[in-house]
């Protein structure tokens, strides 16, 4: 028999916070290897020794057999000298300078702690805070590495004797589940009515009752507090909105399993298959005609986003109301989700008749993850809890820590180093001063426990946003300004692992652009170190500036002008708005306080205006919203519109002018939506493909906000497809503003690359 053996062992990737110790605890007793295990802050660590094909076999489990929400990146091995020692032990875990350990996203209820959530003769029947090392809270609780339990808010909760009898045991699937407990030992489950004071019994049992007599009740889950009602109660839900100040942006809504799930919108295996899984986000999907929700919960919307318990409190709750609930952020419009028990009883007390809460402090805000399934396939809108802090890999270096900083609305922020970028969950839109707040203190932790110092700053062109100001009172760094359209085109290109170049379609709402105009409808060469505008929509005033962003009607207005002049004929938009409408005409032609923009996003909302379908919104993008639902699937016809001679220029006016013309014959508004959607996607065809026959060019990635406008997103890259082209669409992170700021991370580490 060959001499043993002894090798020290490094793994990294997402090994802490998954069971990885006990399972290599197992391997070991499986191959007959000594030595130990450990975390410390650059992963796990080992020392095994035995004979060489007990450790050949051991170390291929490692990746091989890895717990199912490990996820294993690096195995490094060093040979050293056999010890002779017996036995194979799980030694207390180190600190130290070194991060490069991986925090683990917040995982959904597994079923062995779903079963025993159910089972009378179980200790922890019906207990709100069940988990082990295949489930429950991670991200949301950790305060720093290595993940142990006195770096996460459980700190302050002592366990039981028969907790940490489990917690000790190597065998149990709770061994080093930091946020292990009981009843006996864990957080509290309390009822406050709206003035705070505590309800007697049951909480939960006394929580349904109040929302089954349509009440609205203030729940806090595992990244904040949510805002929850009977979804087929119409007046409970109204009163929500009206409380909430939320007046049309659709409601997520919880079912109570798979079955109620299906019963109120079309799931497709993938929608399943995410629903199911242990992120567990809210999937958007077509809603059923019969679906059983009020309709003040998806208002002008054909989806309906459906989510399903995620965590035990969540399961018990569904259990005993057995019927959908509305579940949607714990805040009021505009304001990030509160997470923090006193600023949630003192922000929300106008809005819910009752808080169901506990005294397990969140560390870190994170929003309901959002997705939905376009061509069998995922698309993010919304990243957050459940894949975040998931590092996003790509196939290159970052030479130097970066930190990108993202956009104004919607915002995410990125970390990278090495091969791996930590984008952040979503932040929000920064006019908050509180979600700002939000901003930078995530930007400290996510520094904190990944290690990264950051060496580099990327941000967004644009001088006013206030994640560029932000970057500029950065010290010790080197500062990096990255084009919106770029950044979107970049962050398609790492979403695929594609270096470029492509011909990038960078449809959104707006971005400040190189020449000082408001860019948004764009046709860029790129790859991800430069970039260059070859084309875009025809560029049109914005009356009023900002006001035209909240009033698709002015964007009408100035599109009309363009094509009538003092010729208009009677629209019915004109006779909505004949009070301001000379005003907002005047802006146009003479430039005042009427920026230029070739925004797609702009010319959306000048049809939605046009149309009748929506002329002043409430929330971002509405419009372009509204008027995707409107669309009728059986209609083929398409607008069609000019591409200038000398550039790509693609006459938009064209599109607004056969709109015109079809609302004054009368056509009904789902035709006429139709046809322009159809229209826009041909005509981009026609332009992407004169940049094929110019550069040699044959794969186009898609980006922007719009995008996440299926009809247009499917008619387009049908339409590319027929034209022999390869099309590259996002599946990883969204392809709104919440991505952008990996998109200036691979930008920045592309620059330096290229000068080293």
Known sequence: MLPAQRIRVRVQGLVQGVGFRPFVYGLATEYGVTGFVGNDSGGVFIEAEGHPPALDGF???????????????????EVTEPLGEAGFRIVPSEGGARRDALVAPDTATCDDCLAELSDPACRRYRHPFANCTNCGPRFTIVTGVPYDRDATTMAGFAMCAECERE????????FHAQPVCCPACGPTLRLLGADGRPMPGDPVTTAVEWLQRGCILAVKGLGGYHLAVLADHERAVATLRARKRREARPFAVMAPDLAAADALVHLEPEA?????????PIVLAPRREDAAVAEAVAPGSRDLGVMLPHTPLHHLLAAQVAQPFVLTSGNLSDEPIACQDADALRRLAPVADGFLLHDRRIHVRADDSLVRVFRGREMPIRRSRGYVPAPVAVPWMFPRPVLACGAELKNTFCVAKGTQAFLSHHIGDLENYETLRSFTEGIDHFCRIFGVRPAVVAHDLHPEYLSTKYALDREDCDLLAVQHHHAHIASCLADNGHEGPVIGVAFDGLGYGEDGTLWGGELLVADLETFRRAGHLEPVPMPGGAAAVRQPW???????????GDALPDLPVTNRHKGNWATAVSMARTGTNAPL???AGRLFDAVAALTGVRDVITYEGQAAAELEARVDPAETGAYSARLGEDTLIIKSGDLVHAVAEDVLAGVAVERIAARFHNGLAAVV????????????????????????????????AHGLEQAGLTVLL??????GDGGISLGQAVIAAARERATT
């Open 59 to 77: 170390v291929a489990g490692l990746r091989r057999q890895a717990p199912p929400l490990a996820l294993v990146e690096h195995v490094i091995i």
């Open 167 to 174: 917690y000790r045991d190597p065998v149990d699937r709770r």
């Open 272 to 280: 399943i298959r995410l629903l199911t899984g242990s992120r567990s």
């Open 554 to 564: 002015r964007m009408a207005a100035a599109y009309l002008d363009q094509i009538y």
């Open 597 to 599: 923009t070739s925004s």
């Open 685 to 716: 065809v026609r332009a992407v493909r004169e940049l094929h026959r110019q550069t040699g060019l044959d794969t186009v990635a898609l980006s922007g906000g719009v995008f996440q406008n299926v009809v247009l997103l499917e008619r387009l």
């Open 730 to 735: 996002h599946h990883r992170v969204p392809p």
